[in-house]
Nanobody
Framework: QVQLVESGGGFVQPGGSLRLSCMASGSIYRFYVMGWYRQVAGKERELVGSITTSGSTNYGDSVKGRFTVSRDNAKSTVYLQMNSLKPEDTAVYYC??????????WGKGTLVTVSL
C-alpha cells in the first residue's frame, strides 16, 4: 500500500523559512507527478507546487518566486522549500502523488503556522 508521510511543519514568523518533506513508501517513480497542496478550514484545497518525473514544475500564483518544489528519487522524497513566508501561508500542507492512471494518493498533512 502506498503511503506518503509529510514532515517539517511548524511555527515560523513572517519572513521566515521552512522546508517540508514528503517520504513515499517505495519508489516515487510510480507517480508521474508529485506535489504539495494546502488547505485552510472552510476553503478548498489548493495547489502549492508540483513536479513531474522529468523535473518540470508548476506553482500556484500566490507562492511563485517564494516556494520551490524538488525531488530526490533515490530517497523517495519530495521537498517544499518555503521562503519569505506570510501569515496567509498558514494552512495544512498535504503531499500528493498521482499515478499514470490518474489515481491520487495523499499524505495526512502537516500544519504550517506563520505568525508573530
Amino acid at each position: 500500500q502506498v503511503q506518503l508521510v509529510e514532515s517539517g511543519g511548524g511555527f515560523v514568523q513572517p519572513g521566515g523559512s521552512l522546508r517540508l518533506s514528503c517520504m513515499a513508501s517505495g519508489s516515487i517513480y510510480r507517480f508521474y507527478v508529485m506535489g504539495w497542496y494546502r488547505q485552510v478550514a472552510g476553503k478548498e484545497r489548493e495547489l502549492v507546487g508540483s513536479i513531474t518525473t522529468s523535473g518540470s514544475t508548476n506553482y500556484g500564483d500566490s507562492v511563485k518566486g517564494r516556494f520551490t518544489v524538488s525531488r530526490d528519487n533515490a530517497k523517495s522524497t519530495v521537498y517544499l522549500q518555503m521562503n519569505s513566508l506570510k501569515p496567509e501561508d498558514t494552512a495544512v500542507y498535504y503531499c500528493n502523488g498521482r499515478s499514470s492512471v490518474q489515481v491520487d494518493y495523499w499524505g495526512k498533512g502537516t500544519l504550517v503556522t506563520v505568525s508573530l
